[in-house]
């Protein structure tokens, strides 16, 4: 796609509802199985999802080298075919790294990047940290979704705000805290057409309820069909069902460690017939008894 730079470019009917963000796949020793993401995202489109993300934490982008990125993001690519709308994560720590990645997928049609702040040790202060996304976005023409997700570089609600009133290609952002008033004060304060996102499995069906735009979380790539179902409930006005599927997906999300999340979300996949890939070590996957107590608490969602 190519976009105007001095216009934020209205993608809020392009980038909203379900969004996963995909699994890669490794093999036993940690190396990239080419071409081997079509099933998982024929899931995901079948399923009824809005897009597809990859490279992001779900994806363990941050294992990625700068190859592997393109070669990750060019198998997604190709997997994806046009049905959807394309993202590409990018979990990087300077600017000019951001912008190579970017440049190095050549003519790929993303329909934006999900960009994190900085994640190394040190936090770049309020101006430093809009330049930041801003010379991405006049450097690749790109718009992009802020994934605010590091735990010691947090961006503030203003400072979201803030970023997306000044920097044109900044069209929205993804809140990952589990904290329901700062995504209550974003959809209070936003200005339209910027997009508001959640990455808390937990917070699917309150922020369906208050009108979040859309969702890019674990549980929209281990389950996408119930996601779909939840949303669509949601917006029909079935608070009832919609609770009650919430609450068997909170369970779900509950049993699943965040420090092995990945490899959790691969054997969610696995268990609805994808092939079995794991988690880029020192990561691991589910041992036995994990793996049984997934298998138990996933049978009612899948039922939902």
């Known amino acids: 796609m190519s976009f105007d730079k001095h216009h934020k470019p209205d993608l809020r009917d ?17 190396r990239l199985v080419r071409h081997a993401m079509r099933e998982q995202i024929d899931l995901i489109v079948h399923a009824g999802a809005n897009g597809v993300v990859a490279g992001g934490s779900t994806g363990e982008g941050h294992t990625l080298s700068d190859a592997e990125f393109v070669d990750a993001m060019n198998d997604a690519y190709e997997a994806t075919a046009g049905r ?27 329909a934006a990047l999900q960009v994190t702040p900085v994640h190394y040790l040190f936090k770049p202060d309020d101006r430093a940290t809009i330049q930041h996304f801003r010379t991405i976005w006049e450097e690749t023409g790109v718009p992009i979704i802020i994934y605010n997700v590091i735990p010691w570089n947090y961006l503030s609600v203003d400072l979201m705000l803030r970023i997306m009133d000044e920097v044109p290609g900044v069209i929205g952002m993804k809140q990952s805290s589990g904290d329901l008033k700062s995504l209550s004060d974003l959809l209070l304060n936003h200005k339209a057409p910027n997009i508001v996102l959640s990455g808390i499995d937990a ?5 369906f309820a208050l ?22 409930m949601v917006h029909e006005g ?15 999300w509950n049993t699943l460690p965040h420090e092995i999340l990945p490899g959790c979300v691969k054997y969610i996949q696995h268990l609805q017939g994808l092939p079995l890939y794991h988690p880029r070590a020192p990561m691991v996957g589910p041992d036995e008894g994990l793996r049984a107590r997934i298998a138990q608490v996933l049978t009612p969602v899948l039922a939902a």
Do not use: C, W
């Open 14 to 30: 392009v980038l909203q509802g379900v969004l996963p963000p995909v699994t890669l796949p490794f093999d036993a020793e940690g």
């Open 84 to 110: 959807v709308p394309f993202l590409a994560g990018l979990i990087v720590n300077s600017t000019i790294q951001a912008i190579r990645r970017t440049r190095a997928l050549g003519d790929m049609k993303l």
């Open 203 to 207: 917070l699917l069906y309150p922020g």
């Open 211 to 232: 009108g979040m735009h859309g969702a890019i979380s674990a549980l929209t790539s281990a389950v996408p069909g119930p996601v779909v179902k939840l949303r669509r």
């Open 238 to 252: 079935r608070h009832d069902e919609a609770r009650a599927l919430h609450f068997h997906l909170n369970r779900l």
